[in-house]
């Protein structure tokens, strides 16, 4: 029993501990850069929407979550919510 706790804490330290929604991940997000390099950065987004030639793409939930705007594949706006 005390083995499968401990196996289950490890398990969640994995899941929860490496989150690429960080800021230091987040300030490396500067306008200009391409979508290829913010996937490299965060992972593959969650979510992500188009209107008027700006893709806008959401890393995370409504919790917690980064979200970058693209034009022509470049980031020109990113914001951040309760990343820390």
């Known amino acids: 029993m005390k083995t499968r706790t401990i196996m289950l804490l490890v398990l969640a ?10 800021m230091e991940n987040y300030a490396k997000i500067k306008t200009g850069i391409e979508y290829s390099e913010v996937v ?8 992500c929407s188009e209107a008027l030639f700006v893709k806008s793409c959401v890393w995370g939930n409504e919790q917690k979550n980064i979200t970058v705007n693209f034009l022509g594949d ?11």
Request: proline letters at 3%; glycine letters at 6%; a positive charge.
């Open 13 to 22: 330290l994995m899941l929860f501990g490496c989150s690429k929604l960080t």
């Open 40 to 47: 490299k950065l965060l992972g593959k987004p969650d979510s």
């Open 74 to 84: 470049k980031v020109i706006l990113s914001a951040s919510r309760n990343i820390r």
